[in-house]
């Protein structure tokens, strides 16, 4: 959308993962295509690395690593006009709340958007309730959007916000049959599901056999993240360190990369319930969504039911190429003529409206008065949006300060991570012996 036609001159994503980052800024091109992109990474956890991001493949006009309170005391009308919340459902609901305490009196204030990264399989209520308050609450599907206004409905609140759209990377040319090159089928990995360690090991083990009976196949096992890092989700046992127990055939290898780039090669994808099945199914290129472990919520692939791609390593062994059914795409959100079409034009209609009001979240301390206050206190605010004391303050003072903060931030960084993958671990097999 030419940028002469919007409003929309500017978009902040703030963003606390790769996969965030991924969803947030798609999502920012889909509004406006030429808006100036600034990114906002939230320190934590989870916040992406160098590497992470350049695989992602989305560069920003500008890019800073902030806290939540830095976040709140940067961001007003003159930052930007769109901002996206692309966050974990408790990090959105506090910078509801911290943000409509910063933008009071002000005549005018961004629009406000958030969504989920991926497949809505678990936490709907939970999820949805802390992402109200927002002006625009993305559904990926027409399924979604009902779903979606029913809770919102069903607690009395304003469901006018859920706007119907499609994820916003279901891109990439349709599929044609390998010609010239093995078939190729990649095993999208996922970070926590399965989350147990003798699950996990089960799939690698299938993908090893799954090469070894197909010789004339290149089996490709697609990884999120290297040892170390983290995404959304939390890895306790990464695919690198179980492959290293095993002798692994020649034609099957472990890689990373962008996704569109490894579906650009695919002759058959399968996963357990990553969204990667979804970019998959909207090229056309055949897929497979694992029943070994299990049709379970807890896995996600219950979210397939009906798309016709269930199927177990078994029935791959054997040769099933499986076919989506176009009904249940059309319904999920993965087929469809430009389903950002209705996203822009709420959009632009906010951004262009000469005040909005402030925002108006469905929690508050009358209607979750056991919960929101843990919610933002974790950002460090209390139930009226305002910093609590002993808050971290907005900005650094001083280079050698903030130096030594920075190493200190990133020395926990490690160590946090070290520890969720290396000695937590061996602690759950110490309690089980």
Same mark, same amino acid.
């Given at each position: 959308m030419p940028t002469s036609a919007t409003p929309v001159k500017k978009i902040t994503v703030l963003a606390d993962s790769d996969t965030r980052w991924k969803w947030g800024a798609q999502t920012a091109r889909r509004i406006a295509e030429d808006a100036c992109l600034d990114a906002r990474l939230l320190r934590g956890r989870a916040t992406p690395t160098s590497r992470q991001l350049a695989e992602v493949g989305m560069p920003a006009d500008s890019m800073r690593e902030v806290t939540a309170a830095q976040f709140l005391a940067q961001t007003d009308r003159d930052s930007a006009d769109v901002v996206v919340l692309a966050c974990v459902g408790g990090t959105v609901q506090a910078m509801l709340h911290g943000l409509a305490r910063a933008w009071q009196g002000h005549e005018r204030r961004p629009v406000l958007v958030t969504g989920y990264v991926g497949v809505v399989y678990e936490k709907l209520a939970d999820g949805l309730l802390l992402r109200h308050g927002a002006d625009v609450v993305l559904a990926n599907s027409r399924d979604d959007a009902e779903r979606f206004r029913a809770v919102y409905r069903g607690v009395g609140a304003d469901a006018d916000c859920v706007v119907e759209s499609a994820l916003p990377f279901l891109t990439g040319q349709p599929y044609q049959p390998s010609t010239g090159r093995p078939l190729t089928v990649v095993f999208a990995a996922q970070p926590s599901v399965p989350d147990g360690r003798r699950d996990r090991e089960y799939l690698l083990e299938r993908a090893v056999r799954h090469a070894e009976a197909h010789a004339d196949r290149e089996v490709l096992v697609k990884l999120r993240s290297k040892p170390g890092e983290h995404t959304t989700h939390i890895e306790e046992s990464p695919y690198p360190k179980l492959a290293? =127990?095993?002798?692994?055939?020649?034609? #099957?290898?472990?890689?990373?990369?962008?996704?569109?780039?490894? @579906? !650009? =090669?695919?002759?058959?994808?399968?996963?357990? &319930? &990553?969204? +990667? +099945?979804?970019?998959?199914?909207?090229?056309? %290129?055949?897929?497979?969504? @694992?029943?070994?472990?299990?049709?379970?919520?807890?896995? *996600?692939?219950?979210?397939? @039911?009906?798309?016709?791609?269930?199927? &177990?390593?078994?029935? #791959? !062994?054997? *040769? #099933?190429?499986?076919?989506? !059914?176009?009904?249940?795409?059309?319904?999920?959100?993965?087929? *469809?003529? !430009? $389903?950002?079409? /209705?996203?822009?034009?709420?959009?632009?209609? @906010?951004?262009?409206?000469?005040?909005? $009001?402030?925002?108006? $979240?469905?929690?508050?301390?009358?209607?979750?008065?056991?919960?929101?206050?843990? %919610?933002? /206190?974790?950002?460090? #605010?209390?139930?009226?949006?305002?910093?609590?004391?002993?808050?971290? /303050?907005?900005?650094?003072?001083?280079?050698?300060?903030?130096?030594?903060?920075?190493?200190?931030?990133?020395?926990?960084?490690?160590?946090?991570?070290?520890?969720?993958?290396?000695?937590?671990?061996? %602690?759950?097999?110490?309690?089980?012996?």
């Open positions: 290293a =127990r095993h002798r692994l055939p020649s034609n #099957l290898r472990l890689v990373y990369g962008h996704m569109g780039e490894v @579906l !650009d =090669r695919t002759d058959l994808l399968v996963t357990v &319930s &990553s969204t +990667a +099945a979804l970019e998959s199914m909207h090229r056309g %290129i055949p897929t497979a969504v @694992l029943t070994d472990l299990g049709v379970r919520e807890a896995l *996600g692939n219950h979210h397939f @039911l009906g798309s016709g791609c269930l199927a &177990s390593w078994d029935q #791959l !062994d054997a *040769g #099933l190429l499986p076919e989506a !059914d176009a009904g249940w795409l059309r319904r999920h959100g993965v087929l *469809g003529d !430009d $389903p950002f079409r /209705a996203v822009r034009e709420r959009v632009t209609a @906010l951004a262009d409206a000469s005040g909005l $009001p402030a925002p108006r $979240p469905y929690y508050t301390a009358r209607t979750a008065p056991g919960y929101l206050p843990g %919610i933002l /206190a974790r950002h460090h #605010l209390d139930v009226t949006g305002a910093p609590l004391p002993g808050a971290p /303050a907005p900005a650094a003072r001083g280079r050698l300060r903030g130096a030594v903060r920075e190493f200190s931030r990133n020395a926990a960084r490690t160590l946090y991570r070290q520890g969720v993958q290396r000695v937590a671990p061996v %602690i759950r097999r110490w309690g089980q012996l």
